[in-house]
């Protein structure tokens, strides 16, 4: 594979993304710093095929990214492969309002070859390659002029071993018969509203207990506020201030700005500078909320009661065994509130009971809820078994 120089002018870019644009998949990965912002500080952009790699420098002076982004979220022919992708995608979305497509996630296919639930990039490319990573650079200042070549060489490796792995995975997911269970997963990571928060809505966020519509107005109003006051600032939201001051503040609102000095979890000069002065602003403006924009009470699920708990002890280890049948990660097939919904009486609205996850998992999951299946241990091993008739009487 030729691995190219540092990339930091627009004509080497530009004819790069026109060779990748005729690929079948490209592998993709960022390095960005986010400690200290509330956006992403994207630092480098490593891209690759398998005949070619490159690290981009998105800092360079005057570099035009547009037929790399447009490549990302543009060409369909194209598929874009990540490893855990989620934060490379966040960034992406925030450069373009759109989310790469096609995308394929290399962490979340693991799930369905029994590699875990959130392997590692360094542990995929031991177990598939058998190449020890060096992790000497993962915890480098991305942000910092110049790259060196062993930063540069780390960054690179991140896209390369994925190009070589990537189509062992798929043709292993092939012969197992198990892409079509990845469909909905690769769905739920291109989803674009996982990468943005309207302010409107960011008081969804604050776990706070109250059901009073005065108290909640007032949440929504005040978290909207820290969402504008940390993106105008590019600062993290708990910078400006924690969800739990936030919690405070709506159930116990300041009289005057002179009050907010009081509040734990501020800093006593808001009590008279412009931010204090902004934040009095959004709690005198706050409506109580609207009846029908209340949070919904959660939903109410007949079971027998006590047992209810016991019942979801013995999905989970159903789970346990039917994962270990089938060779597959158990979040993969089912999560732990899905379980404890069904020990307690829910029958609609669970990934379980539809689609491959019923013929796999579900089937089974209802059969030991309503009676019709037990655990036996036969040779020392627990299996799953199905009572004979008289039993059932």
């Known amino acids: 594979m030729q691995i190219h120089p540092l990339i930091t002018d627009s ?29 992403p500080d994207l630092c480098l952009i490593q891209i690759a095929d398998t005949k070619e790699a490159a690290a981009i420098d998105p800092k360079a002076p005057g570099l035009d990214m547009t037929p ?29 309002g759109k989310t790469p497509h096609p995308l394929f996630d290399t962490q979340i296919a693991s799930m369905a070859l029994s590699q875990g639930e959130q392997i590692g990039y360094g542990n995929l490319v031991e177990a598939w390659l058998g190449i020890s990573l060096d992790k000497g650079a993962r915890f480098t200042d991305w942000a910092r002029r110049p790259l060196d070549k062993r930063q540069i060489d780390y960054a690179i490796g991140d896209v390369t071993h994925l190009s070589t792995l990537f189509p062992m995975m798929l043709e292993e997911l092939r012969k ?33 207990s109250s059901r009073k519509a005065d108290v909640l107005g007032r949440l929504k109003a005040i978290a909207a506020w820290r ?71 959660e939903p109410y699920r007949p079971g027998p009661g006590k047992d209810g708990v016991l019942v979801a002890d013995l999905l989970k280890l159903l789970l346990k065994v039917r994962s270990r049948e089938i060779n597959v990660a158990a979040r993969l097939l089912a999560r732990t509130d899905e379980l404890e919904a069904l020990a307690a009486g829910q029958r609609d609205k669970l990934p379980i009971l539809e689609g491959w996850r019923y013929e796999q998992f579900g089937h089974d999951a209802l059969d030991l809820v309503e009676g019709r299946m037990a655990f036996a241990v036969h040779n020392g091993k627990l299996q799953m078994t199905k009572p004979e008739p008289d039993a059932l009487d």
Not at 79 to 95: M, P, R, S, T, W
Not at 180 to 196: G, I, K, V
Not at 250 to 258: F, I
């Open 176 to 208: 197992t018969g198990r892409g079509a269970w990845l469909d909905q997963e690769m769905a739920r990571l291109a989803d674009p509203s996982n990468y943005t928060v309207d302010p409107a809505e960011a008081w969804k966020r604050v776990r706070l």
């Open 227 to 297: 969402e504008t006051e940390a993106r105008d600032k590019n600062l993290p939201r708990g910078r400006i201030a924690k969800d739990e001051t936030l919690a405070d503040l709506a159930t116990h609102p300041p009289r005057d700005q002179a009050d907010l000095a009081k509040v734990r979890g501020l800093s006593a000069a808001w009590k008279g500078n412009d931010i204090g002065a902004r934040l009095m602003a959004a709690i005198a403006s706050s409506q109580p909320l609207a009846k029908e924009d209340m949070p919904e009470r």
């Open 68 to 96: 790399l982004l447009d490549l990302l979220v543009e060409n369909e022919d194209v598929l874009k492969v990540f490893h855990a992708g989620g934060q490379d995608i966040e960034i992406v979305y925030n450069l373009t």
């Open 11 to 39: 004509a080497t870019l530009a004819a790069l993304c026109e060779r990748l644009a005729k690929a079948d998949f490209v592998t993709v990965d960022t390095e960005f710093m986010r400690e200290n912002t509330f956006w």
